[in-house]
């Protein structure tokens, strides 16, 4: 949800068989994995189950960053500073370029989080797919290599799911793959690391997860997709239905159960003046600390240390 909020076709020539084959069940919308247990119980070692990371797996839910919080839902009294500051937040980011503050917002939910299970049922399910010998597999959006405050991307995305006790290498033998005919993003190329294809923010995921397959030699007959960015679904749909893969895709929007922390609008102002006067967010906490402080525009926070 976190990184979300900061955001071919099927084959026209073969058999009348495979062309029944390859057609697609239409995109489902679910807001518990609990909703796909009829789909994954029929799932056979052809299979291969995919999920996204972040609004999927883990999130960050306790940061209580301002940019997260649409104007409209706030306290009444504090929607015109909220429609005011997300109005300064636009020109900010049209002022550093798209690029920068994606690094800059993704890097910084990424090392300053301490992510959650956006459901913990997910662990129970990746357990009994691994029983049944399943292959499963991550496929993120975000970058290989460095960006922002982010020193390895494919490195943070692994650890922080170990952390949150997922492991996706047991799927496949390969440790490392670079997709190097793909887009590089910031001289990195979209790679598959220990069970995690990272898509490096300019490659569609139906592509990395395409290339993906070519370069193991092997394909399923069947792709589950849960992700709760609906055009990724629609992109690995195509893809599949290019190579003639049955592919069931879901929504998942379990994220969106997750409460923000209550507004704070003090602390808002603290975090809205310190982005645009220093080029860095804070989180809740950084910015209660920042505006005790006697001198705020001398003094830096005392930063919270980053996993």
């Known amino acids: 949800m976190v990184i979300r909020i900061l955001e071919t076709l099927l084959l026209l020539f073969g058999t009348s068989a495979l062309s029944a084959q390859s057609a697609s069940m239409p995109i489902q919308t679910i807001e518990s994995i609990d909703q796909a247990q009829e789909e994954l119980l029929e799932a056979d070692q052809q299979t291969l189950v995919v999920f996204d990371i972040d609004g999927t797996l883990i999130d960050n839910f306790g940061l209580g960053v301002f940019i997260l919080y649409n104007p409209q839902k706030v306290p009444e009294e504090d929607k015109d500073f909220a429609i005011k500051a997300h109005g300064e937040l636009s020109a900010y980011a049209k002022k550093i370029g798209i690029d920068r503050r994606r690094d800059m917002t993704n890097s910084f939910f990424m090392l300053k989080g301490k992510e959650e299970l956006v459901e913990p049922a997910v662990l129970e399910q990746l357990v009994q797919l691994k029983a049944k010998k399943i292959k499963t597999i991550a496929l993120t959006a975000c970058p290989a290599g460095a960006f922002g405050s982010v020193s390895c991307g494919e490195t943070l995305r692994y650890s922080k799911l170990l952390s ?90 379990a994220a969106e159960r997750h409460a923000l922390p209550a507004f704070d609008r003090a602390i808002a102002e603290v975090q809205l003046d310190y982005l645009i006067h220093h080029d860095t967010l804070l989180t809740a906490a950084e910015a209660s600390a920042f505006r005790s402080t006697k001198s705020r525009s001398s003094l830096k926070p005392k930063l919270l240390p980053t996993h």
């Open 164 to 253: 949150a006790g997922i492991d996706f290498r047991p799927s496949f033998p390969q440790e490392q793959i670079v997709f190097d005919t793909l887009n590089a993003y910031n001289g990195s190329y979209p790679m598959f690391y220990k069970g995690i294809l990272l898509a490096n923010w300019r490659n569609e995921k139906g592509a990395v997860l395409g290339a993906f397959f070519d370069c193991i030699g092997w394909q399923p007959r069947k792709v589950i997709f849960f992700d709760d960015t609906k055009r990724h679904l629609e992109s690995v749909s195509d893809e599949m239905d290019r190579r003639g893969i049955l592919f069931q895709g879901y929504w998942y929007r």
